[in-house]
């Protein structure tokens, strides 16, 4: 499936929005249209370049809200439709 994301492509530039791909959840996955997030001083940290662990291109904000589109095979715990706060 389509979707646009707000993407950092190298550390220290603006954040480019553009359309990506998404996969299919995997077995154990499930995929969030994700409807609110914010953006933390750990994106800060990874969009300067000084994270360690910063690997770009990348698509940052991890605390977000939204609603199940799909699940995987082997998911039992959320079905499509529920409301979420993925970690």
């Known amino acids: 499936m ?3 994301a707000a993407v950092a492509f190298k550390p220290g530039e603006p954040l480019q929005i553009v359309e990506i791909d998404v996969e299919e959840p995997k077995a154990k ?3 969030v249209k994700i409807l609110y ?3 933390c001083h750990t994106d800060a940290f990874t969009l300067s370049g000084d994270d360690p662990e910063g690997v770009f291109p990348a698509v ?3 605390e977000g809200a939204g609603v199940v589109v799909s699940v995987g ?3 039992t715990s959320v079905k499509p439709g529920d409301h979420v706060i993925p970690l």
Do not use: A, I, P, Y
């Open 60 to 62: 940052l904000g991890h």
């Open 37 to 39: 997030t914010s953006v």
């Open 73 to 75: 095979d082997e998911v």
């Open 29 to 31: 996955e499930v995929l």
């Open 2 to 4: 389509k979707s646009r």
